[in-house]
């Protein structure tokens, strides 16, 4: 079993910045990409960004390239979500996954989830 655990969320001027940390534990060898998605009040979840935990390779959405970052620290187990010039519309529910092959993007694609952090930016 694998288990994700959220934090850092939180309320935020908009032009702000947060950073998210997720720390993973268990059977880490059975998962090889960490993910972060989001959902807004009555929309569907959504992918936000992803890494792959030995390659480093990382993937955005469109939404939020060239303003979040996601990194990550083997020796903690921990995968970070870097958060910069943050708007209103990133408003939501924060969720890290991990995957243990699926398509990066595709919520279908992720085995564990955490129980999410709420961000939110005022505008």
């Known amino acids: 079993q694998v288990r994700v655990v959220e934090s850092g969320g939180g309320l935020v001027q908009a032009g702000g910045s947060l950073k998210l940390s997720c720390v993973v534990s268990g059977r880490t060898f059975s998962y090889w990409r960490m993910g972060w998605f989001r959902q807004a009040p009555e929309k569907e979840r959504e992918f936000v960004a992803s890494i792959n935990w030995s390659t480093r390779n990382t993937y955005y959405s469109d939404s939020v390239k060239g303003r979040f970052t996601i990194s990550r620290d083997n020796a903690k187990n921990t995968v970070y979500l870097q958060m910069n010039s943050l708007k209103p519309e990133d408003t939501a529910i924060y969720y890290c996954?991990?995957?243990?092959?699926?398509?990066?993007?595709?919520?279908?694609?992720?085995?564990?989830w955490g129980q999410g952090t709420q961000v939110t930016v005022s505008s």
């Open positions: 996954a991990a995957s243990s092959g699926g398509y990066y993007s595709n919520v279908d694609g992720y085995d564990y």
